[in-house]
Structure formats: structure tokens, C-alpha cells
């Protein structure tokens, strides 16, 4: 059974920075995709980033720059370094992880940019 857990959601500036977390728990191996989407009030979910289990990554052309993926094999763990926030980022945040043809979705965790 996969689980993801995310944290680190909460308020800041504009021009700030905060960083989420997401642990992906439970069995598996081979090749798999962690990221994050994002989905504000009245649009769609997007994505934000994305990272391979190879290390490659892709962001949305509005993010990039100004955050940053970062997986933990390890650990299952994938993290978003969101640095330059601006108000449009404002959205619910959620973790996903694709593996063996499934998808997968953490419970989400709310940004909001005040300017």
C-alpha cells in the first residue's frame, strides 16, 4: 500500500520562500516518477515539477527558476524548494508519485502568497 504524506505548506510574502516535503511510504522498486501539482480555486490541477527515478526533471515554464525538485531515493522522499513566491502560486500543493502504471496522491497542503 503506497502512502504519501506531505508538509511544509503555509502563508508567506510575496518574494519568500517555502519548501514541502512529501514522503512516499511502502514497497517498491524500478522505475518511478515523484512530483508535485498544484491546483488554485476554479482551475484545474497542474503540474509544477516533476522528477524521474533516473534524476531527470521538467517544471512548468511559470516555476522555473524559482523552484527547485529534489528527490531522496533513499529515503522516498521528494521535496519542492519554491523560492521568488509571487501571488498566482497560491494553490493547493499536492504530492504525486506514478509507479507500475498507477497514480498516486498525497492529501495536499495549501500554499497562500500574499502580496
Known amino acids: 500500500q503506497v502512502q504519501l504524506v506531505e508538509s511544509g505548506g503555509g502563508m508567506v510574502q510575496a518574494g519568500g520562500s517555502l519548501r514541502l516535503s512529501c514522503v512516499v511510504s511502502?514497497?517498491?522498486?524500478?522505475?518511478?516518477?515523484m512530483g508535485w501539482y498544484r491546483q488554485a480555486p476554479g482551475n484545474k490541477r497542474e503540474l509544477v515539477a516533476i522528477q524521474l527515478s533516473d534524476g531527470s526533471t521538467r517544471y512548468a515554464d511559470s516555476v522555473k527558476g524559482r523552484f527547485t525538485i529534489s528527490r531522496d531515493n533513499a529515503k522516498n522522499t521528494v521535496d519542492l524548494q519554491m523560492d521568488s513566491l509571487k501571488p498566482e502560486d497560491t494553490a493547493a500543493y499536492y504530492c504525486n508519485f506514478i509507479f507500475s502504471g498507477r497514480n498516486y496522491w498525497g492529501q495536499g497542503t495549501q500554499v497562500t502568497v500574499s502580496s
Open positions: 511502502g514497497s517498491f522498486s524500478g522505475f518511478n516518477i
